[in-house]
């Protein structure tokens, strides 16, 4: 018997606020243990949340750009459960009255668009973070995060494969970092990923028993863990066995995932009003001006790059990949106006030596600016081809402009014919038995010449010119 999988995904997305969701502790990452703490995260008795109206418009931003319906009422609910690291013994999230639901992203897979469901996107603070010591039986509790604001991006059991699972993440993470409400940052815990995974027959309607599966801070991760699992529970079926539903721990160093715990219901967790928040009501003129707040976003840009700028759909998606990349493109392509040129220097040239180096486009030495007058000196040829290419990455790894490093140098190319036409002229005399073998239909031997002239102009002759010049010369 053939399965096919069925896969959700729940995405909580750290936002990008300076303070956290009930109250003004800063948010930031990277400080001392429970140095960003205050008696309301830390759940004293007798403390109050304060709700943080940026959190409600960031969550906002993000639910208008998956095409959800936001809720004009909305609340907080109470989820309980004791851990170490939840020092109110509940997390204040939403439940019933989420902020928006029924929305839908499309991610492109083998050349086809796949619509992928969203069923809610609900606010709620983070949790703690338990630090295990390495050489003893102990935790430590850091509660700096208690109290971040989080969104969870819940989706519809669409995705049906793990390579599927992948690009929907790296579809919401790219989302949230266009809308400017978090970095998404998968290492720091900034995008943390759950995936609901069963195995049901191929043509089958019914859902099989789900696995939970936590643990995964990357994409690559989170597409393994969801290769093993496929197999895992599908020879579980094929054996005539049956699946537990639990929550299971992907292990990267082994690839595996590890049973953790059974899985939990919404009622295990208790959910009833958060007593201390009112009602969240949504205005239809607090929503018009987020609505009018989303900057351009990703899909759009990139049916706009192909059609004002002329260029391939492939490379308008991956100059559109990043809102700072698509912002490069754009100031270059003002300065130096030709597209296909400015988009194939990026993609080849500079996004090379920026992967090499782990960097995005927002840290790179080289300006748009830079790389338009790079561009120009190319074309009016001052510079040959080869002479743009060593020029962007001196200048990338010397953080200098590059029109300056060709003027600090001396560097432009030597374009006068009758300076070319004496080393071209000389080569000739030097090189007799070469002369030979052109006139006699070796023409291949042409760029034994080129180089020599090269040679002699220390690599600034104009290559064209010296071209045209050999031909002239070695057929008199």
């Known amino acids: 018997m053939d399965y096919e999988a069925v896969i959700g995904l729940e995405v909580h ?12 502790c800063s948010a930031q990452f990277g400080a001392s243990p429970n140095t960003h703490v205050c ?22 931003r993000m639910a208008l750009a998956v095409n959800c319906t936001i809720n004009p009422m909305n609340r907080f609910a109470r989820k309980h459960y004791f851990y170490p690291d939840l020092p109110k013994g509940y997390q204040i999230s939403q439940y019933e009255l989420p902020l928006a639901e029924h929305g839908w992203v499309d991610v492109e897979i083998d050349g086809k668009t796949r619509r992928i469901g969203i069923t809610r996107i609900h606010m709620e603070e983070d949790a703690g973070k338990l630090i295990h010591s390495a050489t003893q039986p102990t935790s430590f509790v850091d509660l700096n995060r208690a109290g971040v604001p989080l ?3 819940v989706s519809e059991p669409d995705i049906r494969s793990p390579e599927e699972a992948a690009l929907y993440l790296k579809k919401i993470r790219e989302l949230v970092r266009y809308l400017g409400i978090s970095d998404g940052n998968m290492d720091e815990g900034s995008l943390r990923c759950d995936a609901n995974i069963s195995m049901r027959p191929v043509g089958e309607q019914r859902f099989g028993v789900k696995s939970e599966l936590k643990n995964m801070n990357s994409f690559r991760h989170v597409q393994k863990a969801l290769e093993y699992e496929i197999r895992r529970q599908t020879a579980l079926l094929l054996d ?67 059609q004002q700028y002329g260029i391939p759909v492939y ?7 990043s809102r700072e990349l698509a912002d490069y493109f754009e100031e270059a392509v003002r300065i130096f106006p030709q597209p296909k040129t400015v988009s194939n220097w990026i993609m080849v040239e500079l996004l090379r030596l920026l992967k090499a180096d782990d960097r995005e486009i927002q840290d790179c030495p080289v300006t748009p600016q830079g790389l338009a007058g790079l561009l ?9 081809g080869k002479m743009a290419k060593d020029v962007l990455e001196q200048a990338y790894r010397e953080a200098k402009d590059p029109v300056e490093l060709v003027k600090a140098q001396g560097l432009s190319q030597v374009t006068d014919e009758s300076i070319l036409r004496d080393a071209v ?12 073998k052109y006139r006699a239909g070796k023409t291949n031997v042409l760029a034994f010449f080129v180089g020599q002239v090269m040679k002699e102009t220390r690599g600034k002759a104009n290559p064209k010119t010296v071209n045209e010049l050999l031909r002239e010369m070695l057929a008199s």
């Open 376 to 384: 120009k000196m190319l074309e009016t040829g001052v510079i040959s």
């Open 39 to 60: 008696p309301v995260c830390l759940g004293m008795p007798g403390v109050l949340p304060v709700l943080n109206r940026q959190v409600v418009e960031y969550a906002m």
């Open 151 to 153: 969104i969870e991006i």
């Open 425 to 436: 002229k000389k080569v000739i005399q030097a090189n007799p038995s070469e002369v030979e």
């Open 315 to 321: 490379d308008a998606g991956v100059l559109t990949a």
């Open 13 to 24: 997305c750290q936002l990008q606020t300076f303070t956290k969701i009930f109250c003004g």
């Open 240 to 306: 005539g066995k049956d699946v537990v539903q639990e929550t299971r721990l992907w292990d990267p160093a082994k690839g595996v995932t590890i049973s953790m715990r059974g899985k939990e219901e919404a009622h295990d967790y208790r959910y009833f009003p958060e007593p201390d928040l009112p009602p969240l009501q949504i205005t239809v003129e607090w929503l018009e001006d987020v609505r009018a707040s989303l900057p351009e976003l990703p899909d759009v840009k990139k049916e706009r790059f192909a």
